[in-house]
Nanobody
Framework: QVRLVESGGGSVQAGGSLRLSCAAS?????MGWFRQSPGKEREGVAR????????LYADSVKGRFTISRDNAKNTLYLQMNSLKPEDTAMYSC??????????????????WGQGTQVAVSA
């Protein structure tokens, strides 16, 4: 079992930055950030393999968001820069314990946090 607790959401103006954190209990093979806006399906934002640190980003955030992980603290981060109003969403972290391929698909992950809200105003 892996428990995930997000923090760091809030309100910011367009062009601003926020850093999300996700504290994890238990070991994981890969972790990811997902987001969901009202009326839209949840979408994958970024993924990182816990061991290698290999990352993957959605095209919509590439060059603006950075996913990272502090293995000593067992904490996942998402640094979000140059935020746009369309980045407004509930952001959730996700994890998978077993070593397997992890993409940005929801089905690749076994455990989910409750989410933290991000609001970007124009």
């Amino acid at each position: 079992q892996v428990r995930l607790v997000e923090s760091g959401g809030g309100s910011v103006q367009a062009g601003g930055s926020l850093r999300l954190s996700c504290a994890a209990s238990g070991s994981t093979a890969c972790m990811g950030w997902f987001r969901q806006s009202p009326g839209k399906e949840r979408e994958g934002v970024a993924r990182i393999y816990t061991g290698s640190g290999s990352t993957l980003y959605a095209d919509s955030v590439k060059g603006r968001f950075t996913i990272s992980r502090d293995n000593a603290k067992n904490t996942l981060y998402l640094q979000m820069n140059s935020l746009k109003p369309e980045d407004t969403a509930m952001y959730s972290c996700a994890a998978r314990k077993s070593s397997s391929y992890c993409s940005l698909r929801l089905g690749d992950y076994e455990y989910w946090g409750q989410g933290t809200q991000v609001a970007v105003s124009a």
